[in-house]
């Protein structure tokens, strides 16, 4: 079948393809949404942006498949075969991925992944995808690059006997996520936020967490988070890289991130009261509503800093650079300004 007879049968009303043959068929852009295409075969096939909503393509065969941006929800695609082929951008919400086959697909992109049993993934490229609501169950993540992979912190998503050995995760976003039972043997974890991830009894034998951030406090003591950063109150951060770090809404009151650089960080509605942060960079950082009284901000750069609605009463603001920060409704009682450079240039010195 060529894609001319396919496009005019469909026109017609005709749903069921199942067990045609469109190997390397050009299908840009075709919709085929509640077709049934289950056993079919489209290795090799051109589907870039096709809508294939709510089809079934159970069994079929999509290996080195172009599914480019093509439009995927609700689609049953258990027990097909998709590896190696292009998922770039596409749209998975809602699609059934029991015992699938993407081993070195293309998911950069991709939009909620929901979910999924005994799933391949070993090698594919999931850099940037977004997980929603769901789980990934016993499926197999092993050398998969999930770099700056993103959980939508709306909805819940678990791995549950998951394997990641080997697993490119630097950057990722798995706060809140259940590790207790993932293999991450020599993965790549470093620069990772793991804040609210469950990580006790994972397998983290080899695995990097440079710059990782965490908070589990229950960790067997023979586990070593090696390079990584504990978020806790009171904690000693002191020259800690959190460039870019997601701290919204955690607790850092008394902790010691003197000399830290948190340029570019998201500390949103955090606790940061009596902190120590002398000397640290906060270029560009985002403060909103975040208690800082009493800290400690002496000869921090605070240049383009967001603190609408922060708490910096007794700050101690002794020659902090305050350039072009955003000071919208933040409370400044009793701060201590001592050749504080303020938001537009100029030079306060109340408390020297």
């Not at 077709?35 to 999509?62: C, I």
């Not at 695609?77 to 015992?99: F, H, K, P, Q, R």
Request: with cysteine; charged share 20%; glycine share 8%.
């Amino acid at each position: 079948m060529d894609a001319d007879e396919l496009r005019r049968r469909y026109k017609a009303g005709e749903r069921d393809f199942s067990g045609v043959d469109l190997s390397r068929v050009k299908l840009y852009g075709i919709d085929l949404s509640d077709a049934n295409l289950t056993h079919a075969n489209l290795s090799r096939a051109n589907l870039r942006k096709a809508n294939l909503s709510e089809a079934n393509l159970q069994g079929a065969n999509l290996h080195q498949a172009d599914l480019s941006y093509t439009y995927l929800r609700d689609t049953n695609l258990s027990d097909a075969d998709l590896s190696n082929a292009n998922l770039y951008g596409a749209e998975l919400s809602g699609v059934e991925l029991n015992n699938t086959n993407l081993s070195g697909a293309n998911l950069q992109g991709v939009s909620e992944i929901n979910d999924g049993i005994n799933v391949n993934l070993s090698g594919a490229d999931l850099r940037k995808a977004t997980l929603a609501e769901g789980s990934l169950i016993n499926s197999n993540l092993s050398g998969a690059n999930l770099r700056y992979i993103c959980l939508n912190v709306n909805y819940h998503f678990e791995f549950k006997n998951v394997n990641l050995s080997g697993a490119n995760l630097q950057y990722a976003d798995l706060r809140r996520m259940n590790l207790s039972d993932a293999d991450l043997t020599n993965a790549d974890l470093s620069y990772a936020n793991l804040i609210g991830a469950v990580l006790s009894g994972a397998n983290l034998n080899g695995a990097n967490f440079k710059n990782a951030i965490y908070t589990d406090p229950d960790l067997p003591a023979e586990i070593k988070l090696r390079g990584a950063y504990f978020i806790a109150p009171g904690v000693n951060l002191s020259g800690a890289d959190l460039t870019n770090a997601t701290l919204d809404y955690i607790d850092l009151s008394g902790a010691d991130l003197s000399y830290a650089n948190l340029s570019g960080a998201e500390i949103q509605y955090s606790n940061l009261y009596n902190a120590n942060l002398s000397g640290a960079n906060l270029n560009s950082a985002k403060l909103r509503n975040v208690k800082l009284g009493n800290a400690n901000l002496s000869g921090a750069i605070l240049k383009g800093t967001r603190l609408k609605d922060a708490n910096l009463e007794g700050a101690n603001l002794s020659n902090a650079n305050l350039e072009q920060a955003d000071l919208e409704n933040a409370k400044l009682e009793s701060a201590i300004f001592c050749n504080t450079i303020m938001p537009d240039g100029s030079i306060r010195s109340d408390n020297c």
